[in-house]
């Protein structure tokens, strides 16, 4: 059966580019970048190469860049390296509600050792309030860390207002922009960001590579001990070839970062508004304006989420019934139910996430099965 791919928020394809410009690096290039011969330096170079084209992606300068094992240690890293190097200073960290469990359950751990932790409400559609904000922040605020754009609704955050604030009284301002790098134009200089996540596999390139961005001169403690790599912040042998494909990707997606983005855009749109005609009471969790291109997340009452999932597999059909993550246990989404949505109509969401391979056609395949499906399990409901 062919499969039809609609959950890029899950996880994307490795672009064929980006595997190319990898397997030298498994086993020709295969020095260690520490070493002083040749094909140890040809490693060091390859990563300083890819340093630069990550760092361009996001306008920082390469050496704000670390490589990383995924987007989960990203946050990890920098939010445990912040608290940890101005506990003197402080102890309060403010974040949203609605944070990837890689933030959220970053900041938990924080409070058992002791931080205390502002996690901010959002609206109906997913938008933390910023006067709120402000009034979270204390003469101990260290780190306020706000996600760029959700991964289950799509809401992008008004970032600027966010950086300017934290500016404003001196806070650190971390963002985890997991879903956001390669789908919209990010300026870490020009939106004032200090720190950001983000991740290889959400952006064509493999899983289990990330990077952080930390702006020169803000200090953080270090996350592995052990050899000097990275700046003596992250210890380890370099993933040489993931680093090489993720600086791939990278240099990718900025040279096609507007197509890209107006092709998810056009099969959003699209599928938003034929489910809006054609399925009878579909209501569309977060922003109409706001919302990453390729980000779509409805709720179908009297629809058992994942009785939709296992229908829509039958049919070739990947899509996700919130994030991975919480997919499997029973609770129902964080997200849908901090934007508000009662547990019946969490537990009938669906999440459509779109990539570069998607065609109208896939679109329309998915739509018809969709109606198809959604009738039948509200007669058996
Ligand atoms: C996927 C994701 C992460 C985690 O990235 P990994 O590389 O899978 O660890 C963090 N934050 C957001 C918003 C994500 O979507």
């Known amino acids: 059966m062919v499969i039809r791919y609609f959950d890029n928020a899950a996880t994307t394809k ?9 397997l030298p690096y498994f086993n020709e290039k295969y020095g260690n970048p520490s070493s002083l011969y040749s094909i140890g330096r040809a490693s060091k170079k390859a990563i300083e190469e890819a340093r630069k084209k990550v760092a361009s ?23 445990k390296g912040i608290a940890h190097k101005e506990r003197k200073k402080g102890k309060h960290i403010i974040t949203s509600q ?15 050792e002791g931080f205390e932790v502002t996690y901010l409400k959002v609206s109906k559609e997913g938008f933390i309030n910023l006067e709120e904000l402000r009034n979270s922040i204390r003469n101990d605020t260290i780190l306020i860390s706000i996600m760029f754009a959700n991964n289950e609704i799509g809401t992008i955050q008004p970032i600027e207002m966010i950086s300017k604030i934290a500016r404003m009284h001196n806070i650190v301002f971390h963002t985890d922009a997991v879903q956001a790098c390669g789908n919209i134009p990010i300026d870490v200089k020009r939106m004032g960001i200090d720190c ?12 289990g590579i990330g990077a952080l961005y930390v702006r020169n001169g803000i200090e953080f403690e270090k996350f592995m001990d052990g050899g000097h790599q990275e700046k003596n912040k992250r210890a380890g042998t370099e993933n ?6 993720l600086g791939k990707a990278c240099e990718l997606a900025q040279m096609n970062l507007k197509n890209h983005q107006m092709h998810l855009e056009e099969l959003r ?27 779509s997340n409805f709720s179908f009452p009297m629809v058992d989420g994942e009785a939709l999932l296992l ?8 899509a996700s019934a919130g994030s991975a993550c919480t997919s499997g246990s029973s ?4 997200v849908l139910t901090s934007i508000g949505l009662p547990d019946d109509l969490a537990h009938s969401s669906l999440r459509v996430s779109f990539g570069e391979d998607n065609t109208k056609e896939d679109v329309d395949y998915l739509i018809e099965n969709l109606c198809e499906i959604v009738q039948r399990l509200r007669k058996q409901y």
């Not at 609770?331 to 964080?334: G, I, N, R, T, Y």
């Open 14 to 22: 490795v672009k064929k580019e980006v595997l190319e410009e990898m």
């Open 57 to 79: 992606l996001i306008n920082a300068n390469p050496n704000e860049i670390y490589f990383t094992g995924c987007g989960s240690e990203s946050d990890n890293m920098i939010i």
């Open 98 to 112: 609605i944070e990837h469990p890689a933030v959220l359950h970053t900041c938990q751990a924080l409070e058992k």
């Open 196 to 207: 950001l996540s983000l991740s290889g596999h959400k952006l064509y390139a493999p899983k």
């Open 240 to 245: 040489v070839a993931s680093i090489v494909g």
């Open 269 to 295: 749109d699209y599928f938003i508004k034929e489910v809006e005609e054609k399925i009878d009471g579909a209501i569309l969790n977060g922003s109409i304006k706001n919302r990453l291109p390729g980000n």
């Open 311 to 318: 229908n829509l597999d039958a049919k070739g059909i990947c």
């Open 331 to 334: 609770k129902p989404s964080h």
